[in-house]
T-cell receptor, first 111, second 113 residues
Framework: DGGITQSPKYLFRKEGQNVTLSCEQN?????MYWYRQDPGQGLRLIYY???????QKGDIAEGYSVSREKKESFPLTVTSAQKNPTAFYLC??????????FGPGTRLTVL | GQQLNQSPQSMFIQEGEDVSMNCTSS?????WLWYKQDPGEGPVLLIA?????ELTSNGRLTAQFGITRKDSFLNISASIPSDVGIYFC?????????????FGTGTLLAVQP
């Protein structure tokens, strides 16, 4: 089945540690995205990539980093520089200009 | 970052009632999308609208792309308990070299059996 997978579903980390969230898609989509969702709020764009080896900052990129070495994969690293990293993180992919399909999300809790 | 104005913020209704929610923007969009998010899951696409004035149905759901291209509404008829969730509108900003979705703040729907 085609789709987007994110792992793990729940992640706990100590303050000051970097953590990497995985996102894989087998939809053959060129574009991939990372969004952050906080309780009671909409989705805010962290980073996006329209093609392999290229990515751009979204609206809230500070404290995050990404890589896009393969078409299928777009991992997100939450660094210690991110002041308030506890949130629900959503990965998505699309054919550029068309609708986004989302993964199931990773809930990150920093203790 | 830019966000769409979505209303109402929340709705508490009885099973069987009809529901209406809408999104407005100061910007023009070429595509409007409606997503539903269940608790702890990723949003799932319900309806996509690609043309101003377009009215599209998906089962009990009906959505319209406003003529001005600055608004859209979603109606749910005869609500059922599994309609519970957060509904998001999104406008596709495909001006320039980027294709970015701008999301509404969401409408929380609670349905009492």
């Amino acid at each position: 089945d085609g789709g987007i997978t994110q792992s793990p579903k729940y992640l706990f980390r100590k303050e000051g540690q970097n953590v990497t969230l995985s996102c894989e898609q087998n939809l053959n989509h060129d574009a991939m995205y990372w969004y952050r969702q906080d309780p009671g709020q909409g989705l805010r764009l962290i980073y996006y990539s329209q093609i392999v080896n290229d990515f751009q900052k979204g609206d809230i990129a500070e404290g995050y980093s990404v890589s896009r070495e393969k078409k299928e994969s777009f991992p997100l690293t939450v660094t210690s520089a991110q002041k308030n990293p506890t949130a629900f993180y959503l990965c998505a992919s699309s054919v550029p200009g068309l609708t986004l399909f989302f993964g199931p999300g990773t809930r990150l809790t920093v203790l | 970052g830019q966000q769409l104005n979505q209303s109402p913020q929340s709705m508490f209704i009885q099973e069987g009632e009809d529901v209406s929610m809408n999104c407005t923007s100061s910007s023009i969009f070429n595509t409007w999308l409606w997503y539903k998010q269940d608790p702890g899951e990723g949003p799932v696409l319900l309806i996509a609208l690609y043309k101003a004035g377009e009215l599209t149905s998906n089962g009990r759901l009906t959505a319209q792309f406003g003529i001005t291209r600055k608004d859209s509404f979603l109606n749910i008829s005869a609500s059922i308990p599994s309609d519970v969730g957060i509904y998001f509108c999104a406008g596709l900003d495909n001006g320039g070299a980027t294709n970015k979705l701008i999301f509404g703040t969401g409408t929380l729907l609670a349905v009492q059996p």
